[in-house]
T-cell receptor
Framework: DTGVSQDPRHKITKRGQNVTFRCDPI?????LYWYRQTLGQGPEFLTY????????KSRLLSDRFSAERPKGSFSTLEIQRTEQGDSAMYLC??????????FGSGTRLTVV | DAKTTQPPSMDCAEGRAANLPCNHS???????VYWYRQIHSQGPQYIIH?????ETNEMASLIITEDRKSSTLILPHATLRDTAVYYC??????????WGAGTKLIIKP
């Protein structure tokens, strides 16, 4: 297993367009997390899945954001009608227990 | 979750021990101390975590004071590849970690 994989690594989009990111967690990990990170700051929690169930969403996750994890495997994060303030690194992590997340390398989104 | 305070930056000479402090004076009894690091342009990497006792693994040691109000991450023999931002996080949640700005550690040759 090569760890947590995120695709694409970079995405440039025009304001108002929809974008979708994919995360493939470590196969035996049933917990999956999405975080967002802006320059010079630590990551901010967005949402958490245990298997296919989305158990928690941050208030940061406006109604333009939606995340899914069908069949408890890979996950997608969609942002509709992107805004310049959505420009950030979107990080996915997975874990088998409550401790020790494994993060992917992230998807860097630039909204122009 | 309790907040943490870390120095914004530190230097350490290559081959020496790097000691990174973290204050978490409002930590509660069920909250763990976690350390992650982030090398430029990569996702964060888990280092170590602890509750009360000192912990050691192949990457680092974690020393937690008896009152649990502060901790120190020790990298025993720092290398240039240890240059990164180090985050100390205190959390009782099983899914959400609240991150500060971390300490930028620069290892100098």
């Amino acid at each position: 297993d090569t760890g947590v994989s995120q695709d694409p690594r970079h995405k440039i989009t025009k304001r108002g367009q929809n974008v979708t990111f994919r995360c493939d967690p470590i196969s035996e990990h049933n917990r999956l997390y999405w975080y967002r990170q802006t320059l010079g700051q630590g990551p901010e929690f967005l949402t958490y899945f245990q298997n296919e169930a989305q158990l928690e969403k941050s208030r940061l996750l406006s109604d333009r954001f939606s995340a899914e994890r069908p069949k408890g495997s890979f996950s997608t994060l969609e942002i509709q009608r992107t805004e310049q303030g959505d420009s950030a690194m979107y990080l996915c992590a997975s874990s088998e227990t409550s401790y020790g997340y494994t993060f992917g390398s992230g998807t860097r989104l630039t909204v122009v | 979750d309790a907040k943490t305070t870390q120095p914004p930056s530190m230097d350490c000479a290559e081959g020496r021990a790097a000691n990174l402090p973290c204050n978490h004076s409002t930590i509660s009894g069920n909250e763990y101390v976690y350390w992650y690091r982030q090398i430029h342009s990569q996702g964060p990497q888990y280092i170590i975590h602890g509750l009360k006792n000192n912990e050691t693994n192949e990457m680092a040691s974690l020393i937690i004071t008896e009152d649990r109000k502060s901790s120190t991450l020790i990298l025993p023999h720092a290398t240039l590849r240890d240059t990164a931002v180090y985050y100390c996080i205190v959390s009782g949640s099983n899914y959400q970690l609240i991150w500060g700005a971390g300490t930028k550690l620069i290892i100098k040759p």
